[in-house]
């Protein structure tokens, strides 16, 4: 049904005839042939088997409810920016500055709280700093008509050149007693399972809902579809574009505050790795690079696989050294799949 | 990985007939029934699989830094708490930060959160962050893993508090290497008040630096001395280059001091890049420092011995797990290197990696 704005011109929700016709024509096991028609199987069974090898090779420790509580808040994180990046993707945008929002929205907030303003003020002008950047990106590359990858490439140089002449390049940290806020945002929940991990689900879920079963939804897949088409169809291109990168900003500036709940302090390096996670995470979750595909399932199944890689070697007995080949080899083998059971699923186009 | 094979296919693309569409989907069975099959074999393992890691093993020790393997100061300490590793006949995973998450403080927190989940004899890590790793931590404390903290603890003083509790302090005191670093200036090239002296912080969001730095501050203050703070950045060339552009606009400097080995490089080479000489004093230790000191071009480091960090950190985790002696903190510095002495600890350099 993620196909619907590949055949150009609906911008009617989704959950088209095509896929009806299919099942028919292949007769029983409607269910089973819908499974596996699904983008998202593939590396779901991906996913599976990397916890299975897991879990096998640690003795018992991978798949721990404690050691779950690190990797979830740590995919919650990632994951969170993952989601604004992976519908900014699906309209055929990319968001290089994620990492240098995270920081900065964040630091902002950092400093709100530690200046004992509200710490809801502070989360709101970390929120509206993030969709101010999200805004910024947008307008820059919809109106001067720039590629975004140039676009967010500058406004990740520049954030980060603010960050660090805001703090002076120092750790903002947030003394106990933590405000109720911060926990609510990244706190223990039991164990070692924390917030995060609800609020990654339940915004994942909040904009899948979005994507799949509403009119703007679908604009996003058809402007990052034939755009061409899109025009003809009366989707509000420009407008589209620059909702995505609002909501990509809000979502990172986000992370960054629920990161600010989970370790307590905050500084300019501490976004720095999210821009190519979270798009590594999009693309193995099914993200096409060009725009037009990709689902939130696949971000949060996409997250989870990097999250579980790093915890896995480690307690398998791997060198950390390995991490980032492993990541490598995943995303590549993850689009081979993609693109395959893409062309499969659609006859070969 | 058994899933990617729908690949195999590349050969049909021109084929539309049912032999092609009976082969995809037969592919994907296979894939899902490989996963099933694993997953199958998983729950009958697991029932089976011990509580505690390894069992029967030696002891093992996890070994958490966020050194980037990218700097060379990190090298030594692995080397120590490897060869310490071998000769008690231990097993020591050592877990650091990729390259690209160098910097990133959560990416350290969840390595130690990952060895807490595995329940090993001991835990040595470093600290970065006053708030950051209290959590885990705490959750150690409470699950009776003993921790040591190395390299960087979380307050200036090494003390573990209720916020950050751990057994012992294995490093140097950064505040009073910081001292060091500017008394030995003041000696070292007669520095008296009102002296321009450049500092050049190449990790401005390190705690261990910023400690260093206080220390540094404090030193000069007792003698009238206002120092100035560049900062810069991990990447050398870049670094290099502010370095070059602040001296070509800041001809009289009575020395530059850096707070450690990548700020030294940047020094020497952004010195080099405008044709300045000037008297540098360095923190930390390695080939490149060793060879300036050496050459002249550096007056002297303060050396904090990364390499015993590592080996005692291991072998008082040992002595704990398998004696019940309490671990306890010990200054691994500073040290000073010099022109004089620097043929006398050639030995130990050589042998260490530093």
């Known amino acids: 049904m993620l196909d619907v704005a590949n055949t150009g011109t609906s911008p009617a929700p989704a959950g088209g005839a095509g896929g009806t016709a299919r099942t028919s024509r292949l007769g029983g096991n409607a269910l089973v042939f819908r499974l596996l028609r699904q983008r998202e199987t593939g590396i779901i069974a991906v996913g599976i088997v990397l916890f299975v090898v897991f879990s096998l090779l640690s003795n018992g420790t991978f798949d721990s409810v404690q050691n779950w509580g690190g990797i979830t808040s740590a995919a919650a994180e990632l994951g969170i920016v993952t989601i604004g990046v992976a519908l900014l993707m699906i309209s055929g945008e990319f968001d290089l500055s994620v990492g240098a929002n995270f920081s900065f929205s964040a630091l902002v907030m950092a400093i709100m709280v530690q200046d004992h303003y509200p710490p809801g003020a502070a989360l709101v002008v970390c929120l509206a700093i993030g969709a101010g950047i999200g805004l910024v990106n947008g307008v820059v590359t919809v109106v001067l008509d720039i590629p975004s990858f140039i676009t967010t490439l500058g406004t990740f140089f520049l954030w980060t050149g603010v960050t660090l002449i805001v703090t002076g390049g120092e750790t903002v940290t947030i003394l106990p007693p933590t405000p109720t806020l911060l926990n609510v945002l990244g706190g223990v929940l039991s164990g070692q399972v924390r917030s995060e991990l609800l609020w990654w689900l339940g915004l994942a879920l909040a904009v899948g809902v979005v994507l799949q079963r509403t009119v703007t939804g679908n604009w996003f897949f058809a402007v990052g579809g034939k755009r061409s088409a899109a025009v003809e169809a009366g989707v509000p291109v420009a407008r589209t574009r620059v909702l995505a990168f609002v909501a990509c900003g809000v979502l990172a500036a986000f992370a960054g505050a629920v990161q600010l709940g989970h370790l307590g302090s905050m500084s300019a390096s501490f976004g720095t790795t999210y821009q190519l996670e979270a798009i590594a995470a999009s693309v193995v979750g099914g993200c096409a690079l060009m725009g037009g595909r990709g689902s939130m399932l696949g971000a949060v199944v996409g997250t989870l696989i990097l999250a579980m890689l790093d915890s896995g070697l480690i307690l398998s007995g791997v060198s950390p050294y390995w991490y980032e080949a492993v990541v490598g080899v995943i995303l590549v083998a993850a689009v081979a799949m993609h693109t395959r059971v893409g062309r499969l699923v659609r006859g070969g186009d | ?354």
């Open chain 2, 1 to 354: 990985m058994q899933v990617v094979r729908p690949v195999r296919y590349r050969g049909d693309g021109d084929e539309r007939g049912p032999r092609r569409r009976r082969g995809k989907w037969a592919a994907r069975l296979a894939a899902l029934a490989v996963t099933a099959a694993a997953a199958g074999g998983y729950l009958a393992s697991a029932s089976a699989a011990s509580a505690s890691p390894r069992a029967g093993g030696p002891l093992t020790f996890y070994f958490v830094s966020h050194g980037c393997p990218t700097d060379p100061f990190w090298p030594p300490v692995w080397n120590g708490a490897a060869d310490a590793g071998k000769r008690l006949g231990v097993r020591v995973d050592i877990l650091h930060i990729t390259s690209s998450e160098c910097g990133s403080t959560a990416a350290e927190v969840n390595l130690l959160e990952t060895a807490i989940a595995a329940h090993p004899a001991g835990i040595a890590t470093t600290v970065t962050d006053p708030t950051a790793f209290s959590s885990a931590l705490k959750t150690a404390a409470k699950d009776g893993i003993p921790v040591v903290v190395f390299n960087s603890a979380p307050t200036a003083s090494g003390q573990p508090s209720a916020t950050n509790p751990f057994l012992a302090y294995i490093g140097q005191q950064n505040y009073s290497a910081g001292q060091g670093l500017a008394q030995e200036a003041v000696r070292e090239f007669g520095l008296s008040k009102g002296a321009a002296v450049v500092v050049v912080d190449h990790e401005p969001t390190n705690i261990s630096l910023t400690q260093r730095l206080e220390g540094v501050r404090a030193a000069f203050r007792a003698v009238g001395i206002k120092p100035t703070v560049v900062n810069t950045s991990d990447d050398i060339s870049q670094g290099a280059s502010i370095v070059s552009a602040y001296l070509q606009s800041h001809k009289k400097l009575a020395a530059v001091l850096t707070l450690g080995t990548t700020g030294t490089d940047e020094v020497v080479q952004g010195m080099n890049t405008a044709g300045a000489h000037l008297k540098i004093g360095a923190m930390d230790l390695d080939s490149t420092t060793l060879s300036y000191i050496e050459r002249g071009i550096v007056a002297y480091t303060v050396d904090q011995q990364p390499y015993l960090q590592g080996y005692f950190s291991i072998v008082e985790l040992y002595l704990d797990a398998t004696e019940g002696a309490a671990p306890v903190s010990i200054a691994t510095g500073p040290v000073f290197l010099t022109s004089q002495n620097v043929k006398t600890l050639a030995k130990y350099v050589n042998h260490t990696g530093f």
